[in-house]
């Protein structure tokens, strides 16, 4: 006797409001599901942004701990935003995450993006993870330019840099003698700051004077 596949159906809206009802996806999903003869052995409701990792929506870190356990063998959604809109290196790393735990995954929408059926899981799990690489390569050369725009506007990027007038602000708070995260406090420069460059000026940090035993 063939074993009846077990499908867990993932449905996801943002909100309750603006007509999102999560149940014009499960009908759908539920019906596809009788048609194939599968079972469907768990249902995941989820209102939250998808842009949320899987560990960040409460269904979705359900799922995934479900997954492990092999309660089911493929988890279906209506089509791949449903399940993730966290960008697709996100997407790739939770698809593979379910292969690991031997769960395929169907987008009834997408066809094409399922990774149910074997022959192409692999296939499609690669040509994912390449574009996820392209698309951070993309982000990787827009942050780039961005930067070199900036640099040519003369804008300053990062930390402004220890000058004279910071050097002798911390000199004369050190001639206090207060202790070192006081001076930080006072003058407003990073403790790390202080440090490094009251070592620098040849200060060393103001011993501590324990109180006498009464």
């Known amino acids: 006797m063939i074993k009846r596949k077990r499908v867990a159906i993932y449905a996801r809206v943002s909100t309750d409001k603006k007509g999102q009802d999560p149940e014009n996806q499960l009908q759908q999903l539920r019906t596809w599901c009788g048609r194939m003869d599968y079972e469907v052995a768990r249902e ?26 092999r309660e089911f063998d493929m988890v279906l959604v209506w089509a791949l935003d449903r399940f993730s809109r966290n960008g697709l290196t996100s997407t ?5 995450r379910l292969r690991s735990h031997g769960v395929g995954f169907h987008s009834y929408s997408e ?8 022959l192409v899981r ?9 574009l996820a690489k392209l698309e951070r390569q993309k982000i990787s050369e827009r942050t780039k330019a961005g930067l070199e725009r900036a640099r040519a506007r003369g804008k300053r990027l990062g930390r402004a840099p220890f000058n004279a007038y910071n050097r002798e602000k911390l000199r ?21 700051t202080v440090k490094k460059h009251a070592r620098a000026l040849g200060y060393s940090p103001p011993e501590r004077h324990e109180s006498p035993a009464r």
Request: one cysteine or more.
């Open 172 to 192: 004369i708070a050190l001639e206090t003698g207060k202790p070192w995260h006081a001076v930080s406090v006072a003058t407003g420069i990073p403790y790390s």
């Open 44 to 69: 995941y409701v989820e209102h939250e942004s998808g842009g949320k990792g899987a560990d960040q929506r409460p269904q979705c870190a359900r799922l995934f701990t479900d997954a492990a356990k």
């Open 122 to 130: 692999d296939v499609l799990l690669a040509v994912l993870a390449s």
């Open 92 to 96: 790739v790393v939770d698809l593979q």
């Open 111 to 118: 066809p094409h993006l399922s990774t149910d059926n074997e």
